[in-house]
């Protein structure tokens, strides 16, 4: 009996996700664009991102994997075009017009996650946290 195997090689078929561990400041690029970042530090760090008026199309993941205890993960927007919900706790957060979201320290969970997508105009954003406090959106 002989066995045939099909080889995928449509790419709507089969997709895998580019992931990269950041243990520290990092500031993004197009080439990012795509990325899963997994966040793997004890302490927190910013992640800057790129220039909203160059960034239509470009599209970023980040996941907490680590457990960090004193200092806030941060993405971060040169201005406030960041827009958008996350669900933490049970509760939709709101953003409207901010800079930064933030995965707060002593507050995460490791699966917390953030997705952002630029239109050229604003910085898109849909995530989910555990506990309360645990994602925020604010303008600093």
């Not at 045939?4 to 709507?12: G, V």
């Not at 996700?17 to 990012?32: K, M, R, S």
């Not at 980040?62 to 827009?83: M, P, Q, R, S, Y």
Request: proline content about 1%; aromatic content about 8%.
């Amino acid at each position: 009996m002989s066995t045939t195997y099909l080889a995928i090689t449509n790419d709507t078929e089969r997709q895998l996700a580019n992931v990269e561990a950041v243990t520290g400041a990092t500031t993004l690029t197009a080439e990012d664009s795509g990325k899963v970042f997994i966040l793997k530090a004890a302490a927190g760090a910013q992640i800057t991102l790129p220039a909203v008026a160059t960034s239509a199309g470009l599209r970023f993941k980040f996941i907490v994997g680590l457990a960090f205890a004193t200092t806030d993960w941060t993405v971060k927007a040169a201005t406030n075009v960041i827009e958008g919900s996350v669900l933490v706790n049970g509760a939709h957060v709101a953003g409207v017009d901010e800079n930064t979201i933030s995965f707060v320290a002593s507050a995460e969970s490791i699966g917390d996650f953030a997705e952002l997508v630029c239109d050229g105009t604003n910085w898109y954003v849909n995530g989910s946290g555990v506990s309360a406090g645990a994602i925020t959106l604010t303008a600093v």
